[in-house]
C-alpha cells in the first residue's frame, strides 16, 4: 500500500476523507472512528437525514445540481464540528468552496483506488444515482479523469484501497493523522 505526505493544515483536530465512489471512505471511516475514539460521520448520511429521502431520489428531483448545493451546505455545517471522522461523498470535491472547508477545518486523507476496483466495489448496490444508465468502469473511469486531480490538490495524505483490509488502511491513515499532528505513530 503505497502513501505520499500532502501540504496541508497540519494539527487538525478533525479527519476527513475523500475519494471516489466505492473507494471504502465509510468502511474506513467507521473504523478509524474506533479507533481514535471519535464520532463518524458520513456526509450523505447526513444529507439523507436532512430531506427525510436517498440519495437516488434526490438526483431525481433535483438533478445532480440540486443535491451538490445540499451537500454544499451539509459540509459547512459539519467541519464546524470538532474532533470527528468524515467520509465525504465521491463529487464533495467538486465544489472550490467545499475543498477550502475541508483544508482550513481537518486534515484530508485520499483514499485512492481503480476504476476497475471501484466498479467491482460498486455493483453491490443500486445507491449510486451517477452510475445508472451507464457501463459502471467506463462512467468511473470518466469521473476520475475530472476528479482525481481535484482529490490531491485538496488531500494532506493519499493511500490506495485497492485489494487492501479496511483495518489496514484505517490504520495506515490513523498513522499519518497521528504523525501529523506530532503524535506517536500506532504500529500496525
Not at 500532502?6 to 465512489?21: A, C, D, K, T, W
Not at 465525504?88 to 475541508?102: E, V
Request: with cysteine; proline share 3%; charged share 25%.
Amino acid at each position: 500500500m503505497g502513501a505520499e505526505q500532502g501540504v496541508g493544515m497540519q494539527g487538525s483536530n478533525n479527519l476527513y476523507l475523500i475519494g471516489p465512489m466505492g473507494s471504502g471512505k465509510t468502511a474506513v471511516g467507521k473504523q478509524l472512528a474506533k479507533l481514535l475514539q471519535r464520532p463518524f460521520i458520513d456526509s450523505d448520511h447526513e444529507i439523507e437525514q436532512m430531506t427525510g429521502t436517498d440519495i437516488p431520489r434526490i438526483f431525481e428531483l433535483e438533478g445532480e445540481e440540486g443535491f451538490r448545493r445540499r451537500e454544499r451546505e451539509v459540509i459547512a455545517q459539519l467541519v464546524q464540528r470538532d474532533g470527528v471522522v468524515l467520509a465525504t461523498g465521491g463529487g464533495a470535491i467538486l465544489d472550490a468552496g467545499n475543498r477550502q472547508l475541508l483544508r482550513a477545518h481537518g486534515w484530508v486523507a485520499y483514499l485512492e483506488t481503480s476504476a476497475a476496483q471501484q466498479a467491482y466495489r460498486s455493483a453491490r448496490t443500486r445507491h449510486r444515482p451517477l452510475l445508472f444508465g451507464h457501463d459502471p468502469e467506463q462512467r468511473l473511469a470518466a469521473l476520475f479523469r475530472i476528479r482525481e486531480p481535484l482529490y490531491r490538490e485538496t488531500a494532506d495524505f493519499i493511500t490506495s484501497t485497492d485489494h487492501c483490509k479496511v483495518n489496514r488502511v484505517a490504520e495506515v491513515v490513523m498513522a499519518a493523522f497521528n504523525a501529523s499532528r506530532g503524535m506517536e505513530q500506532v504500529s500496525a
